[in-house]
């Protein structure tokens, strides 16, 4: 907020700010490795905990097939499907938004969303037909 009078207004505003999330999340994780090292030396781990109250990615998608299945097609997509994906689906951007925070044309997004879409679905009947001859196996044999 410190910069916003340096905002061009070449973007949306959300777009800028995802931007600016996204820069500094990459410098956090190439800071981190130094960070890891001097917490894991001062952590007294006799006597202190490490807790966690919100439940791991691993835990939610166990909660549901279909989010379970989700995530494993995702974790076959590239990078840039990924991140395409994320920012149209689950932070609702704009095709225009999209291509603004990723330094991308708008072609590009709607290519890489169109593929991206397209080998999950497949991915999605794959693990279903699997699914379902599992489940015909098993009947067979009750």
């Not at 777009?15 to 999330?21: E, G, V």
């Not at 006799?46 to 974790?75: F, H, R």
């Not at 999209?98 to 693990?127: M, N």
Request: with cysteine; proline share 2%.
């Amino acid at each position: 907020m410190k910069s916003y009078e340096n905002f061009k207004g070449n973007s949306s505003e959300r777009t800028w700010l995802f931007s600016i999330a996204r820069n500094t999340a990459v410098d956090y994780f190439r800071k981190q490795a130094g960070w890891k090292k001097r917490i894991f030396s001062s952590f007294d781990w006799a006597n202190q905990e490490l807790v966690d109250p919100a439940p791991l990615p691993e835990e939610i998608a166990q909660k549901s097939e279909q989010a379970k299945s989700l995530y494993l097609c995702l974790e076959k997509c590239s990078i840039d499907q990924k991140m395409v994906l994320v920012l149209r689906y689950l932070q609702t951007m704009s095709i225009s938004e999209t291509a603004s925070a990723l330094g991308w044309s708008e072609s590009k997004v709607k290519t890489t969303q169109h593929r991206a879409l397209k080998k999950v679905k497949g991915l999605l009947e794959e693990i279903s037909r699997r699914e379902e001859h599992r489940y015909d196996q098993q009947k067979m044999f009750r």
